[in-house]
């Protein structure tokens, strides 16, 4: 039997790796470090950490799980599961294998996997290890974002009853984003998507680079639907957060970077049925012939990016090993051009990053920080008022900071008006 104690330490805020604890009887979750051993363990690896918690029991090695959540679906359906350790997304909870196994079959909005000792569920990006010099070329497009745009956008797509993925009020929704992305010049087109026996669809804009000779692609996608669990396919369902904050978002950053003139390719993507278990997404990438995929230099994924639950403006960029470098740049163009606290994790789950991630591509989900405290989404309080449209608008600056550095957009002119 093992004693789980949530511990910080001095130097896990300043990004400092040196004399943090690492092995098998750590976790680490952000800025706090999992301890699971012995206590006379504890008092030789300890060192200058602070006591955060103390689980009230002793338990099994095999029963911690890592928990990872859409809102707080996890903690409302099973509140007789013992939280060892609560990170918002990500939860370590005592949980025997043959229980957690029955959970994870009937699972859609969360994740259960056994805990892994000396792993990174999820990392903090010190600010100052990331921050560089901006420049010119960068900065002209993250000052054409306008709020008053991203306001109009969000307040129509709210305006729809329903966005559920094969409504007649979602291909409202669509049709009303892909009129847009063409009256700012992009290519558009639709792709079908199966959801069960009923039909949604994808949006797909295209903007070709000038470039002569071989170009890359960077993809930004956002999914469009919405849903009410509770109430079913007719409830309201508003979705301001989820995710009418990321299409809105996503629309923004199409009308600003619409003559980029960049050297590579541009696409954005609005995808239906994520809700029912990333059925847009699948069915683009699957879609893809492979000359197609190995010319994508990332993706870029916003989904719930207009909630604040956290004392600072927090934004999580999640991926994988083979979104690396992605994740650093992203970081990187947070610390240089927003005041966003980053958090960094490596656990991708159920979001239209995923099946790109499957298929080998680098991708990368934005989202708000501790977005399980968000207990508003997939109800019918997931309404505009509870949007905060600085952090949607800080998470912009950072992606649109990213996208024009991704396509290597030209210098600005010396003098004259932004277009």
Same mark, same amino acid.
């Given at each position: +039997?093992s ?13 400092? !790796?040196?004399?943090?604890?690492t092995?098998?009887?750590?976790v680490? #979750? ?5 301890f ?8 030789a ?5 602070r =006591? ?6 002793? =338990? ?6 890592? =928990? ?21 997304? @990500? ?11 029955q ?6 909005? @969360? /994740?259960i996997?056994p805990?892994?000792?000396?792993s990174?569920?999820?990392?903090t ?9 901006p420049?010119?070329? +960068? $900065? $002209?497009f993250?000052d ?8 109009g ?9 329903t ?13 009303? %984003? &892909?009129?847009?992305l063409?009256?700012?010049? @992009?290519?558009? &087109? ?8 009923? &039909?949604?669809?994808?949006v797909?804009?295209?903007l070709?680079?000038a470039?002569?000779g071989?170009r890359? +692609?960077? #993809? ?7 849903v ?6 007719? /409830?309201?369902?508003?979705? %301001? ?17 619409r003559?980029?003139?960049?050297r590579h390719? #541009?696409?954005?993507?609005?995808f ?9 997404s ?6 893809r ?7 994508i230099?990332? =993706?870029?994924n +916003?989904?719930?990016?207009?909630? &604040?639950?956290?004392?600072? $403006? ?5 991926g ?10 992203l ?5 240089? @051009? ?13 979001s239209?990053h ?11 989900l934005?989202?708000?920080? %501790?977005?399980?405290?968000n ?10 008022? !509870? ?5 949607l ?14 396509l ?12």
């Amino acid at each position: +039997m093992s004693t789980p104690i949530l511990f910080r330490f001095a130097s896990a805020r300043s990004g400092a !790796r040196v004399g943090l604890p690492t092995g098998p009887d750590w976790v680490r #979750l952000g800025d706090d470090f999992l301890f699971i051993g012995t206590e006379s363990a504890l008092t030789a690896d300890s060192g200058a950490g602070r =006591v955060v918690s103390r689980h009230p029991h002793s =338990v099994k090695r095999e029963d911690l799980c890592l =928990v990872t959540q859409i809102g707080n679906v996890f903690e409302r359906s099973h509140p007789d599961v013992p939280i060892v350790a609560n990170k918002g997304r @990500y939860l370590v909870v005592d949980l025997e294998p043959a229980k957690a196994t029955q959970l994870a079959r009937t699972a859609h909005d @969360y /994740a259960i996997r056994p805990l892994a000792g000396g792993s990174v569920v999820f990392d903090t990006r010190s600010r100052e290890e990331a921050r560089r010099s901006p420049q010119p070329r +960068m $900065a $002209a497009f993250v000052d054409r974002l306008a709020e008053a745009e991203v306001e109009g956008v969000l307040g129509h797509l709210v305006s729809f009853p329903t966005r559920f993925s094969t409504s007649t009020s979602y291909a409202g929704a669509a049709e009303f %984003a &892909r009129s847009r992305l063409a009256s700012l010049g @992009y290519e558009t &087109r639709t792709e079908d998507v199966t959801v069960g026996n009923r &039909r949604s669809l994808n949006v797909v804009a295209d903007l070709a680079a000038a470039t002569p000779g071989p170009r890359q +692609m960077l #993809l930004v996608v956002a999914h469009l639907d919405s849903v009410n669990l509770a109430g079913g396919p007719s /409830a309201e369902a508003p979705g %301001a957060d989820d995710n009418a904050s990321g299409s809105a978002g996503l629309l923004e950053m199409a009308r600003v970077l619409r003559q980029h003139g960049g050297r590579h390719d #541009l696409r954005f993507v609005l995808f239906g049925g994520e809700e029912q278990g990333l059925f847009g997404s699948r069915r683009h990438v699957a879609s893809r012939a492979p000359a197609v995929a190995g010319r994508i230099r990332a =993706v870029l994924n +916003m989904d719930m990016v207009g909630t &604040r639950n956290t004392p600072s $403006a927090t934004v999580l960029l999640e991926g994988a090993a083979a979104s690396q470098s992605v994740i650093d740049a992203l970081a990187e163009a947070a610390a240089t @051009y927003t005041s966003l606290e980053v958090q960094i994790s490596l656990n991708p789950f159920n979001s239209d990053h995923v099946p790109f991630l499957d298929a080998g591509i680098p991708a990368v989900l934005t989202i708000e920080g %501790a977005d399980s405290s968000n207990s508003n989404v997939h109800t019918s309080g997931d309404t505009l008022d !509870r949007v905060d449209r600085g952090l949607l608008l800080e998470i912009l600056r950072m992606n649109v900071a990213f996208a024009a550095a991704t396509l290597e957009v030209p210098e600005p002119p010396a003098a004259g008006p932004t277009p």
